[in-house]
Structure formats: structure tokens, C-alpha cells
């Protein structure tokens, strides 16, 4: 038996230059034709270059390049150009265009290389490199990868999205925000010939990452038997889950109970419209804990310093506690802080709180000004909230700019090459603004580079995104090659 973590989903955003697109790639396999992969690719319209075509209406075009390799040996190739629908206008409102593409493998690990070039930008680029295990056959079951969907319904023709009978919309993302409440996925199980006649019981829950519990109102078990292929498509609603990261579990047990296989893949939820439980607070004793000792004049500043890794809930529950300045209720400080660190170790709250406040210090002293603590300023909350970058980029000496920062995560919640552009508008203080990252849930703004050149050349165009030459410009090269 072997637990497949959610490693096995291959899912990225690509964001450079203005280009906005997410790539997944899956393996799967036919009874008829073997195993084979999947790549979908989506596109935001308002992300590429759109010139008049011969029709006299806008369109934009990208160039795709999709390579398998193992070494330097190339599996699979293909090079096309991706077509946006046409449009009346420039400003049309911004949607996404998705592209579906099948290859025929062997089984083996590859690495996926995507090229993307805007046909009508030079400028406009993109690339990545993922990895891909397509699993050989074997004598015991086994789980395909997991596509999370935008939508789901039964075909009425085939086509390129269809599968297994049905039209499929892939979703390219592994993030449920506030216009996503619904999770749905696609998944097959295989089931060798040896073992079409046995029972197995597939069951299948959402769980805690950090913890691994179970959440019960999602778990749902049926009986598997006698097919080859088994479909694993349904809906799992989401509305409820409180902001925090998740594994979809699928576990597939014989029929002594005993685990046979299992997958699990990684998402991550953000509902602002969860409350936060108080009552949990009160069922706890924080007397004689660490937070007997917190002074009051710092407890604002401890329960502050936790908002940028609090879950949505607790921020606003952070707010509620912060609001009051004239009769501040430091019961109810004391007691968020101890729960807060509580549910994240029963077994040693004060270690989690005293290593998070050797960060918090780091971070003020790095971000702080005249005005706010660290902790308080968009530097500080990327910095506590996704921990120090691997590559920091620092420019205030550019000519024609705003002082600017690049920083960039070479993996980031399950993304890659994950970079966020910081700058100061006003030249004085040391309050650096977050204008554009590539980070699910974070600020993506295809007039970046131009804000950061607005200290001498005004913005005049909404869809303008790439700015006028400057002497001694080496903003591209900062974000492209670090």
C-alpha cells in the first residue's frame, strides 16, 4: 500500500511581464491506448496583446511550446499558437481562454517544459518547468491525478473537454475563493484484471493539512467492483470551510477495512464570511501560561503581530479586539492569543508563540519606520506570512523610478517561481507598498512597472502595461534574472 501525498498535482501559476496563465498538467491512463497526459492551460484576455485582425476585431495570440523530457531525451512535442476569441473592443471585460492538449506516454518521470510568447509582444513571456510521473502498470490499484473543475456536466458530443461521457472545465487553480464555494474534481481509479471481482470501499473527506483531522460533513464512502476504470467525479460543497489549506482525501480500503491505496491533493480555502468561534476561547485555561506574563501595555501589539498569519476569521476577530483603544479588554486578548496558539500545538503553545516572536522582531527591525512596527507593513506581512524569500532584490538608486523591491519564493503553497514587487512612492519613509505578486490571493497588477515609473512619467492609458524606455532601466532584468 503506498499514500500518495499531494505532491502528485502538478499546478502553477505563470505570471511575467503581463502574461496572466496557469498551466496543470495530469496522468492518466486507457485500457485501450495506454498512459497519457493532460495539459490545460488558462489565459486572462486582459494578459495578452490584442491587435485588429482581418475580421477588423481584436484578438490576442500566444505562441505555445509543450515538451516532455527525460534528460535530454524529448518524449513529446508539440508547438502551436493559442488564439484568443475575437472582441469588439480593447476593453472588453477581462475572461479566461482555456487550451487542452493530449499526449501519449510511456511510463517514466519527465519534466514538462511550457514556453509561452505573446505573438504580438515580444516583451510579453513566460515559461516553466514541472515535473510528471506517469506510474507504470502494476498488480494492485491505483489513483490517477486529481483536476479540480470549474464546472462539470454529460456531454452531448465529444470534444476536447469531453471525458468519460462528460464536458469537463478544468479550474487551473487549487485556490477556493469568495465567488468559489463549490469544490468539484475528476479522478480515475484503476483496478487490475486480477482484482475486478474483489470489494473495495472508496471513501472520500476533506482533512486539515496541519492536522490531518477529518472533517466529518464531508466524508462520503461507496462500494467499488468490477470495472477497470473507475470515475471519481463529483462535488464537494465548501461554503463552510473556514480559511486555511486542505487536502481532497481518497483513501480505497479492501474489504477488511485495510488500506490499499491512497492520493491526497492540496487546495486552499479563503472565506471571509466564516465568523470565528469565541466560545472556543472560553473552554480554555490560560492561567498560568505564557500569556499571564504579556504586559498590558504590549498585548495590542502581541494580538496585532498575528494578523498576517491568522486565518480570515481570526483577522477580523484581530480587528474587533484592536478597535476599542479607550477600554481595550485584555481578558479577551490574553485568551485569543492562548487559543490562537493552542489549535496550532496543544502540546506546546508557548514554543509556537516564543519561535513566532523571534520572527516578529526580525521583522521589525527589518520593515519598521517612524510610524508603524514591521509587523504592521506589507514587507512585514509577506515576511511573516510566507516567511523570508529566497532572493531579495533592493533598488532605490534607479533612475526616473520609485524605490522598488523584488522579492522571489522558489516555491510558495505549492506554486513555483512565486515573485512579489514592492515600492515607495513617497521617497521618505520606509512604508513599502505590495503592488504586484504572482501568489494566489495577493494583488496582480498588469500596470506594475508603470506605477513604479509614475514618479516621472504619468499613467495615461488603462490598458497600457509596458512602460517607455528609461536610461539605466534595469527593472525587467531585476524581475526576470535573479
Given amino acids: 500500500m503506498r499514500v500518495i501525498l499531494s505532491v502528485f498535482m502538478l499546478l502553477f501559476a505563470i505570471q511575467s511581464h503581463a502574461l496572466d496563465a496557469r498551466f496543470q498538467v495530469a496522468a492518466f491512463k486507457s485500457p485501450a491506448k495506454g498512459a497519457y497526459a493532460e495539459t490545460y492551460l488558462m489565459v486572462s484576455s486582459r494578459s495578452v496583446t490584442l491587435v485588429k485582425n482581418k475580421n477588423k476585431r481584436f484578438q490576442g495570440g500566444l505562441q505555445v511550446i509543450i515538451t516532455f523530457e527525460q534528460g535530454k531525451k524529448i518524449a513529446a512535442f508539440d508547438k502551436y499558437v493559442l488564439r484568443s476569441p475575437e472582441l469588439d473592443s480593447v476593453s472588453a471585460p477581462d475572461f479566461r481562454f482555456i487550451d487542452l492538449q493530449r499526449f501519449a506516454l510511456e511510463p517514466g518521470k519527465y519534466q514538462v517544459r511550457l514556453n ?89 473527506y476533506v482533512e486539515r493539512q496541519s492536522s490531518g483531522e477529518m472533517l466529518e460533513e464531508t466524508y462520503v464512502q461507496r462500494k467499488v467492483q468490477g470495472k477497470s476504470v473507475e470515475v471519481l467525479l463529483a462535488e464537494i460543497p465548501v461554503d463552510e470551510l473556514k480559511t486555511g489549506d486542505y487536502n481532497l482525501v481518497f483513501e480505497l480500503r479492501n474489504a477488511r477495512n485495510e488500506l490499499v491505496e491512497a492520493r491526497k491533493g492540496f487546495f486552499q480555502r479563503l472565506n471571509k464570511n466564516k465568523r470565528f468561534d469565541e466560545s472556543a476561547m472560553y473552554s480554555l485555561n490560560y492561567n498560568k501560561s505564557f500569556v499571564d506574563t504579556m504586559s498590558e501595555k504590549l498585548l495590542r501589539d502581541h494580538v496585532g503581530c498575528l494578523r498576517p498569519i491568522a486565518e480570515e476569521n ?121 503592488i504586484h505578486s504572482e501568489a494566489f490571493a495577493e494583488p496582480f497588477d498588469p500596470q506594475w512597472k508603470l506605477l513604479i515609473f509614475s514618479r516621472t512619467t504619468p499613467i495615461n492609458n488603462v490598458d497600457q502595461t509596458n512602460q517607455r524606455e528609461h536610461f539605466g532601466n534595469y527593472l525587467d532584468q531585476n524581475y526576470r534574472n535573479q
Fill in 314 to 434: 481570526e483577522r477580523t476577530y484581530v480587528d474587533e479586539l484592536l478597535k476599542d483603544k479607550k477600554k481595550p479588554d485584555y481578558d479577551r486578548m490574553r485568551r485569543f492569543i492562548f487559543t490562537f496558539w493552542y489549535t496550532r500545538n496543544q502540546n506546546n503553545p508557548a514554543d509556537e508563540w516564543k519561535k513566532y516572536q523571534e520572527l516578529v522582531l526580525t521583522c521589525n527591525k527589518k520593515f519598521g519606520n517612524k510610524i508603524m512596527r514591521g509587523f504592521e507593513t506589507e514587507r512585514g506581512r509577506v515576511f511573516l506570512q510566507y516567511g523570508p524569500p529566497n532572493s531579495r532584490t533592493v533598488v532605490d538608486n534607479e533612475p526616473s523610478a520609485y524605490p522598488y523591491e523584488i522579492w522571489w519564493y522558489y516555491t510558495l503553497k505549492k506554486q513555483n517561481n512565486v515573485r512579489f514587487v514592492f515600492y515607495n512612492p513617497d521617497l521618505v519613509s520606509n512604508d513599502y507598498r505590495l
Fill in 116 to 204: 509561452l510568447l505573446d505573438v504580438n509582444d515580444s516583451l510579453n513571456k513566460a515559461s516553466t518547468v514541472q515535473e510528471l510521473d506517469v506510474v507504470a502498470e502494476a498488480n494492485q490499484p491505483q489513483f490517477s491525478d486529481l483536476v479540480f473543475l470549474l464546472s462539470f456536466q454529460p456531454a452531448k458530443e465529444e470534444g476536447p473537454m469531453t471525458k468519460s461521457g462528460f464536458s469537463l472545465l478544468p479550474l487551473c487553480s487549487n485556490f477556493y475563493g469568495k465567488q468559489n464555494d463549490t469544490l468539484r474534481y475528476y479522478s480515475e481509479l484503476y483496478l487490475p484484471g486480477t482484482l475486478k471481482d474483489s470489494i473495495f470501499i472508496l471513501k472520500t
